[in-house]
């Protein structure tokens, strides 16, 4: 497993944009296919976005593709998630995940190898 950290969550307007970091101070993500899921109060995880180890293909939610661009900077050993044009439905907890295998981010079905962060909070105004 692999301890990761998210930041850049916070209080935005509609229509705003945020992004997203998720780090590690160990482990080379790089190793591991990445990706983001949320949480909304009283809702069930969403998937969001995941790529490939090493990042060569990426693959997003059908409702988010558009508005929500993952990329991944393996120099800084980081991930990110820019979110534009953001909707007061996005409010949720948002969580970076590491996986084995890309599927287990894009199904949410992760096994005990498997790591996701502490979860950072978005907030978005009408």
């Known amino acids: 497993q692999v301890q990761l950290v998210e930041s850049g969550g916070g209080l935005v307007q509609a229509g705003g944009s945020l992004r997203l970091s998720c780090g590690a101070s160990e482990r080379t993500l790089s190793s591991y296919a990445m990706g983001w899921f949320r949480q909304a109060p009283g809702k069930e995880r969403e998937f969001i976005a995941a790529s490939k180890r090493g990042g060569s293909s990426t693959y997003y939610s059908p409702s988010l593709k558009g508005r929500f661009t993952m990329s991944r900077d393996n120099t800084k050993n980081t991930v990110y998630l820019q979110m534009n044009d953001l909707k007061p439905e996005d409010t949720a907890v948002y969580y970076c995940?590491?996986?084995?295998?890309?599927?287990?981010?894009?199904?949410?079905?992760?096994?005990?190898?498997?790591?996701w962060g502490q979860g950072t909070q978005v907030t978005v105004s009408s």
């Open positions: 995940a590491a996986a084995t295998k890309l599927h287990n981010i894009v199904a949410l079905e992760f096994s005990i190898d498997d790591s």
